[in-house]
């Protein structure tokens, strides 16, 4: 399936989330999280609006960081979404090509977690 075709599977906050990290829009980012939402990135635990803004300013929009979406699947009443990764970021160590999972979990219309992995 293309990316175009992946992401029409994708619906609300988690669309808004894709949509925001490739646009740049912080605000939208942001605003697809609910205020007492925990993000795991690998090994790095943020809980909270506020940290995981500060996380995505540097680690995301910071870095110019591009998904390019590979696969939607359903797992256990959660969205897994699987990505290709670029941008300016640091590759020392990393794979290439980047491919990682993000793993959601949805609460009244907003995301409530995110983990993100290999």
């Excluded at 609910?34 to 993000?39: G, P, S």
């Excluded at 970021?89 to 290439?96: A, E």
Aim: glycine fraction near 8%; aromatic fraction near 8%; charge should be negative.
């Amino acid at each position: 399936m293309r990316q175009s075709e992946q992401i029409k599977n994708l619906e609300g906050p988690i669309a808004r989330y894709v949509n925001a990290v490739n646009s740049g829009s912080q605000e939208d980012f942001s605003a697809s999280f609910t205020a007492d939402a925990v993000v795991v990135d690998v090994d790095c635990e943020l809980r909270g609006i506020d940290a995981i803004t500060a996380w995505a300013s540097a680690d995301i929009f910071g870095a110019e960081v591009q998904f390019d979406v590979l696969d939607v699947s359903e797992r256990q009443g959660r969205t897994v979404v699987t990505v290709r990764i670029d941008g300016t970021f640091d590759r020392t160590g990393l794979p290439n090509p980047l491919v990682m999972k993000h793993e959601f979990g949805v609460a009244e219309g907003k995301i409530a977690d995110l983990r993100i992995g290999f």
